[in-house]
């Protein structure tokens, strides 16, 4: 007899994902930006995992304990190592704090340029994905639902759209 899987795949992920990132992307709509997750005054702060909000496992069923886990603990700290392996040899860039070389990537050196931009952008992608992300959700409403609905018809449409566009980008979460 066959056991039910739990497994997650890469499409599933990036959908569930998307829907989360659905609301990264609201949060500009409502106001918050990078400056809201990276203070003004750059510090060691900046350069560390950021603590979630929740437990691993309280997005379940929608994503498992073990992927929230992983992704949090290795991916995103991933992106921070490779970041600050980079910046090493430049103690001024470092300074600058994520937000500070993002909004400035041309005065960044052309041969890390790349890497910064990846995994800069990914710790920056992944510290707001995780500030905006909760257990528990809530249908959208408002201005954004309105907005979602005029432009792709319904919300499956939209995470459809999302996906596309995720699975066609490096660091899936520039979709948004």
Do not use: C
């Amino acid at each position: 007899m066959n056991q039910p899987s739990h497994e997650v795949t890469r499409r599933e992920a990036l959908k569930t994902f998307g829907a989360g990132a659905a609301l990264v992307g609201m949060a500009a709509v409502i106001g918050r930006s990078h400056a809201a997750v990276f203070p003004a005054h750059p510090g060691a702060a900046e350069w560390s995992l950021p603590a979630l909000a929740f437990a691993y496992d309280a997005l379940e069923p929608h994503i498992d304990a073990r992927t929230m886990e992983i992704h949090h603990t290795k991916h995103h700290q991933g992106y921070i190592n490779h970041a600050r392996r980079l910046l090493e040899p430049h103690p001024e860039l470092l300074a600058r704090g994520p937000d500070g070389i993002l909004r400035d990537l041309a005065a960044v050196p052309e041969e890390i340029r790349t890497g910064l931009r990846n995994n800069v952008g990914g710790h920056a992608n992944h510290t707001l994905f995780w500030s905006v992300l909760a257990p528990r959700g809530s249908e959208l409403s408002g201005g954004i639902a309105s907005r979602i609905m005029a432009d792709f018809g319904s919300i499956e449409n939209f995470q459809t759209a999302f996906a596309k566009a995720a699975l066609a980008r490096f660091g899936s979460g520039w979709a948004w």
